[in-house]
């Protein structure tokens, strides 16, 4: 990647202020809203619960050996 020229890197620096700045609004509408949407409707009925990682591994793939007596 190139290196960015001057005008560059104070619009980079103009925009990252920016949303420093209005970051905690952004988290207070956030909440509202989330609060908001647990009084309107508290539970979800369309809700899946995310998948774990705990998941039980496949069974081994039978050797050769073992299909050969199989037969």
């Keep these: 990647?190139?290196?960015l020229t001057p005008a560059q890197r104070r619009t980079r620096a103009r925009v990252e202020t920016l949303i420093r700045v209005m970051?905690?609004?952004?988290?207070l509408?956030?909440?509202?809203g989330e609060?908001?949407?647990r009084l309107v409707e508290p539970e979800d009925h369309e809700y899946y619960p995310p998948r774990t990682?705990?998941?039980?591994?496949?069974p081994p793939a039978?050797?050769?050996?073992?299909?050969?007596?199989e037969d």
């Design 35 to 37: 609060r908001i949407s």
């Design 62 to 69: 039978p050797s050769v050996a073992q299909r050969a007596t």
């Design 53 to 58: 990682g705990q998941v039980e591994p496949p």
């Design 29 to 32: 509408v956030l909440a509202t």
């Design 1 to 3: 990647m190139a290196p």
């Design 23 to 27: 970051s905690p609004a952004l988290n």
